[in-house]
């Protein structure tokens, strides 16, 4: 649940363990993002939602994306159709240019720099859009491991 549909990250990175602290943690699920071969960065980014997309419609996103999706003023249930449209044309020209799902780390983020981050983007080429991805997935799951391991105590084993 760190990582949206990828539980290989967690498991390629636990094989270094025991871990200093949350930290030396992160810094490890990271190196495995980093290292993983451009088939498996490009699987990871494609299992992200798409924002106000069909699953958050249908309600059928993880809680985890649910929550941070809500926190951005995402709530599909507050939006106004115009807006819940304006998502839907952005995934598309998004996905049609990058033909990867736009990721963005909804907790640093709310619904109008969502939008600006949309709009600015689109104009960047598909490497600069895979690596920005990839960091914002780095950033997902640093919110996402902090609100399960405690920083406190001799270490993550």
């Known amino acids: 649940f760190l990582f949206e549909g990828s539980p290989w990250i967690a ?3 636990w094989e270094a363990r025991p871990f200093a ?7 490890a699920l990271n190196t495995v993002i980093a ?12 299992a992200h939602p798409d924002l106000v997309g069909r699953a958050a419609l249908a309600g059928t996103l993880t809680k985890e994306s649910t ?12 939006l106004t159709p ?4 304006r998502f839907a044309e952005a995934n598309a ?12 780390c909804a907790r640093e983020n709310k619904k109008a720099s969502i939008l600006t981050g949309f709009d600015t983007r689109l104009n960047n080429d598909r490497e600069t859009e895979i ?15 902090i609100d399960v391991v405690s920083e406190e105590g001799d270490g993550v084993h």
């Not at 998004?94 to 990867?100: L, N, R």
């Not at 690596?131 to 491991?145: D, F, N, P």
């Open 11 to 13: 498991a390629a990175a």
């Open 21 to 27: 602290g949350r930290d030396a943690l992160e810094r």
């Open 35 to 46: 290292e993983a071969p451009r088939d498996r960065q490009l699987a990871l980014i494609r």
């Open 67 to 78: 929550g941070e999706q809500r926190a951005a003023g995402l709530d599909p249930g507050r």
């Open 82 to 85: 115009a807006e819940v449209a």
């Open 93 to 104: 020209a998004y996905k049609e240019k990058f033909d990867i799902p736009f990721v963005i």
């Open 131 to 145: 690596a920005t991805a990839l960091r914002e997935i780095e950033r997902i799951g640093h919110y996402r491991l």
